[in-house]
């Protein structure tokens, strides 16, 4: 199994604004995984962060707009850039080990 | 990819039988999984499809031909009161959610 912290837990911010959303894994994974769960929504894949190379988004998600950071196997950070109300989501880290994904508490952003 | 959950909300009395409906639309044959998650608790695997388990007394059959997933169990109990969310890809990590069902047990 796997335990990921997830900070902040919530955040209100400024629209124009960017928040930073640390994930923290307490074993050395391959691949971490963020989600965002729009409200009333399911969850959808935003990217796939491998440690030492570029993330890989799912369509409808770009970079300039969600900047993802894997400097090591246990850590990565995703980026909401130029934040507008449309961003009030959680967000959701994620990894796979075991044959499962397991989930962070996420994070619930709220943009005004 | 698509996993569809008919049901945005499911609710029954304790002691009868429930069934969340899943179904896919998948290219090749996808891992399927039923995540749940409980009241201010995280997100968490209930069943996959591969084991073929049965776990707090809830079931899922894989039907190809129907390309469904329905999660059952015979005698719901209010501990059962969560989301729902069925759950396909092609690796463990990197899925495709429905929109989840929300399950209520009445007492």
């Known amino acids: 199994s796997a335990v990921i912290s997830q900070k902040p837990s919530r955040d209100i911010c400024q629209r124009g604004t960017s928040l930073t959303i640390q994930c923290q894994v307490d074993?050395?994974?391959?691949?971490m995984f963020w989600y965002r769960q729009q409200p009333g929504q399911s969850l959808t894949l935003i990217a796939t962060?491998?440690?030492?190379?570029?993330?890989?988004?799912e369509s409808g998600f770009v970079i300039d707009k969600f900047p993802i950071s894997r400097p090591n196997l246990t850590f990565s950070t995703l980026t909401v850039s130029n934040m507008s109300p449309e961003d009030s989501s959680i967000y959701l880290c994620?990894?796979?080990?075991?044959?499962?994904?397991?989930f962070g508490q996420g994070t619930r952003l709220t943009v005004v | 990819q698509r996993v569809t959950q008919p049901e945005k909300l499911l609710s029954v009395f304790k002691g009868a039988p429930v069934e969340l409906k899943c179904n896919y639309s998948y290219s090749g044959s996808p891992e399927l999984f039923w995540y749940v998650q409980y009241s201010r608790q995280r997100l968490q695997l209930l069943l996959r499809?591969?084991s073929r388990e049965s776990i707090k007394g809830f079931t899922a059959d894989l039907n190809k031909g129907e390309t469904s997933f329905h999660l059952k169990k015979p005698f719901a109990q209010e501990e059962d009161s969560a989301m729902y969310y069925c759950?396909?890809?092609?690796?463990?990590?990197?899925?495709?959610f429905g929109q989840g069902t929300i399950l209520t047990v009445h007492p």
């Open positions: 499809h591969i």
């Open positions: 074993s050395q994974v391959t691949m």
């Open positions: 759950a396909g890809g092609t690796s463990y990590g990197k899925l495709t």
């Open positions: 994620s990894v796979e080990g075991g044959r499962e994904a397991f």
């Open positions: 962060a491998n440690q030492g190379s570029e993330a890989t988004y």
